[in-house]
């Protein structure tokens, strides 16, 4: 069965006090990883696709990078508008389903 | 481009009713998937529809069930509500598979 595993729980951050964000997994056949943004009330926001190790990709302060068994989302000079919770998602196999971790509720100071 | 709506954003119900939740995925994507989210447990996969068809089903009882229609609406439907089933009920569409573009959610509250 996959697994998705997300630390830690909660983050507070100064505004500007980059850290990383770490997402764990164990799947067989990975298909691709998803990382979504939610704010409270709202659906999920999609923000990358990563599908092979080594993989990275960027958005303004957001960096997604992938390895055989965790992937991690970097958050460059944070802003409080980055306040959200952060979920990662693995797809398998041929069909649309994900699997997702619990998510990271991080918090933005001025 | 729309993006994904679903309908009712709320919605309040007594123990042993039923619901349905409808969703409207992005003009183009065939693929519907329902999830539930809960505090407890967070986002589950509930099941999958792709051109009328249920492709992939989540661990939840049969009283959670959906369809979807020729033009890629899909309704999910719970029966004999229990307080466990309060949650934010959320549809994504894809095309292809790939990316899922997530709707507003419904608001579903059991009392």
Same mark, same amino acid.
């Given at each position: 069965?996959?697994? +998705?595993?997300?630390?830690?729980?909660?983050? =507070?951050?100064?505004?500007?006090?980059?850290?990383s964000?770490?997402?764990?997994?164990? +799947?067989?056949?990975?298909?691709?990883?998803?990382?979504? =943004?939610?704010?409270?009330?709202?659906?999920?926001?999609?923000?990358?696709?990563?599908?092979?190790?080594?993989?990275?990709?960027?958005?303004? =302060?957001?960096?997604?990078?992938l390895?055989?068994?965790?992937?991690?989302?970097?958050?460059?000079?944070?802003?409080?508008?980055?306040?959200?919770?952060?979920?990662?998602? +693995?797809?398998?196999?041929?069909?649309s389903?994900?699997?997702?971790?619990?998510?990271?509720?991080?918090? +933005? =100071?001025? | 481009?729309?993006?994904?709506?679903?309908?009712?954003?709320?919605?309040?119900?007594?123990?042993?009713?039923?619901?349905?939740?409808?969703?409207?995925?992005?003009?183009?994507?065939?693929?519907?998937?329902?999830?539930q989210?809960?505090?407890?447990?967070?986002?589950?996969?509930?099941?999958?529809?792709?051109?009328?068809?249920?492709?992939?089903?989540?661990?939840?009882p049969?009283?959670?069930?959906?369809?979807?229609?020729?033009?890629?609406?899909?309704?999910?439907?719970?029966?004999?509500?229990?307080?466990?089933?309060?949650?934010?009920?959320?549809?994504?569409?894809?095309?292809?598979?790939?990316?899922?573009?997530?709707?507003?959610?419904?608001?579903?509250?059991?009392?």
């Amino acid at each position: 069965e996959d697994q +998705v595993t997300q630390s830690p729980e909660a983050l =507070r951050l100064q505004e500007g006090e980059s850290s990383s964000l770490n997402c764990s997994y164990t +799947v067989s056949g990975l298909r691709g990883l998803f990382w979504y =943004r939610q704010d409270p009330g709202k659906g999920p926001e999609f923000l990358f696709t990563l599908y092979s190790a080594g993989e990275e990709k960027e958005k303004e =302060r957001l960096k997604a990078t992938l390895t055989k068994k965790e992937s991690f989302l970097h958050i460059t000079a944070p802003k409080p508008e980055d306040s959200a919770t952060y979920l990662c998602a +693995v797809q398998t196999g041929a069909n649309s389903k994900l699997t997702f971790g619990k998510g990271i509720t991080l918090s +933005v =100071r001025p | 481009k729309a993006g994904v709506t679903q309908t009712p954003r709320y919605l309040i119900k007594t123990r042993g009713q039923q619901v349905t939740l409808s969703c409207s995925p992005i003009s183009g994507h065939r693929s519907v998937s329902w999830y539930q989210q809960t505090p407890g447990q967070g986002l589950q996969f509930l099941f999958e529809y792709f051109s009328e068809t249920q492709r992939n089903k989540g661990n939840f009882p049969g009283r959670f069930s959906g369809r979807q229609f020729s033009n890629s609406r899909s309704e999910m439907n719970v029966s004999t509500l229990e307080l466990g089933d309060s949650a934010l009920y959320l549809c994504a569409s894809s095309s292809l598979g790939n990316e899922q573009f997530f709707g507003p959610g419904t608001r579903l509250t059991v009392l």
